[in-house]
């Protein structure tokens, strides 16, 4: 709970920041005219099946990754999706583990919880937090732009979801990482945050490791 209460708190400080980060042109794919694109160095004149098909899920679930995990299927992974508007993202949550606050440029995002729970929290432009503890089976949709992150916040279970973008590759922003990573002087942090010099070195150093 005290972990959850500081996450919420560090939510609302930085969220002034990180919405104005967020707030820059926003582009979404592109309409294509073709039923698909192919990419640049393919060579063959001719499309079987397995063109349209991934698999680089396979065997995800047979892991117990240590850290928290997230694995793409865009279309940087899978060249079919050019155009399409659509990918997904495969989250791997041990234990008490977080993905921090972050945004996307691109598109909404839709997240179906497989199994295991996750704390799901939003903030809108109005400052207002949103959180649900969701179960498996359940769907949260995370709007356009808006900050978000999702916590397991179970000390013994795992859980995983599956997250559905309409952006063939939708790019996420780390909200604390774009803040303290981005070459920004520390004073001028500290004084954004009402701090000191050494706390946001602090900072810096522990989102290194």
Same mark, same amino acid.
């Given at each position: 709970?005290a972990?959850?209460? #500081?996450?919420?708190?560090?939510l609302?400080i930085i969220?002034v920041?990180?919405?104005a980060?967020?707030? /820059?042109?926003?582009?979404?794919d592109?309409d294509?005219?073709? $039923? !698909?694109?192919?990419?640049?160095?393919? %060579?063959? %004149?001719t499309? $079987?099946a397995?063109?349209f %098909? !991934?698999t680089?899920?396979r065997?995800?679930?047979?892991?117990a990754?240590?850290?928290?995990?997230?694995t793409?299927?865009?279309? $940087?992974?899978?060249?079919?999706?050019?155009?399409?508007s659509v990918? !997904?993202?495969?989250?791997?949550?041990?234990p008490?583990?977080l993905?921090?606050?972050?945004?996307r440029?691109?598109?909404?995002?839709?997240m179906?919880?497989?199994?295991?729970?996750?704390?799901?929290g939003l903030?809108?432009? =109005?400052?207002?937090?949103?959180? =649900?503890?969701l179960?498996?089976? $359940?769907m949260?949709?995370?709007?356009?732009?808006?900050i978000?992150?999702?916590?397991n916040a179970d000390?013994?279970?795992?859980?995983t979801a599956i997250?559905?973008?309409?952006s063939?590759s939708?790019?996420?922003v780390?909200?604390?990482?774009?803040?303290?990573?981005?070459?920004? #002087?520390?004073v001028?942090?500290?004084?954004s945050? =009402?701090?000191?010099v050494?706390?946001? /070195? =602090?900072?810096r150093?522990?989102l290194k490791?």
């Amino acid at each position: 709970m005290a972990m959850t209460m #500081r996450l919420i708190q560090l939510l609302v400080i930085i969220s002034v920041i990180a919405l104005a980060i967020s707030r /820059r042109a926003l582009a979404s794919d592109s309409d294509i005219t073709s $039923d !698909y694109i192919l990419p640049e160095n393919h %060579t063959s %004149t001719t499309v $079987d099946a397995s063109f349209f %098909t !991934y698999t680089g899920f396979r065997g995800l679930f047979d892991q117990a990754p240590k850290t928290f995990t997230a694995t793409k299927a865009s279309m $940087d992974e899978f060249p079919a999706l050019k155009g399409q508007s659509v990918s !997904y993202t495969m989250l791997q949550f041990p234990p008490n583990t977080l993905f921090p606050p972050h945004t996307r440029l691109d598109s909404a995002g839709l997240m179906f919880v497989l199994t295991g729970s996750l704390e799901v929290g939003l903030i809108d432009s =109005k400052n207002i937090l949103y959180t =649900k503890k969701l179960q498996a089976g $359940d769907m949260f949709v995370f709007p356009k732009g808006l900050i978000h992150y999702q916590y397991n916040a179970d000390p013994n279970l795992p859980a995983t979801a599956i997250a559905a973008f309409g952006s063939a590759s939708a790019r996420t922003v780390a909200v604390p990482a774009s803040i303290f990573s981005s070459g920004i #002087r520390d004073v001028v942090l500290a004084k954004s945050f =009402k701090t000191d010099v050494s706390t946001v /070195r =602090k900072i810096r150093a522990g989102l290194k490791n």
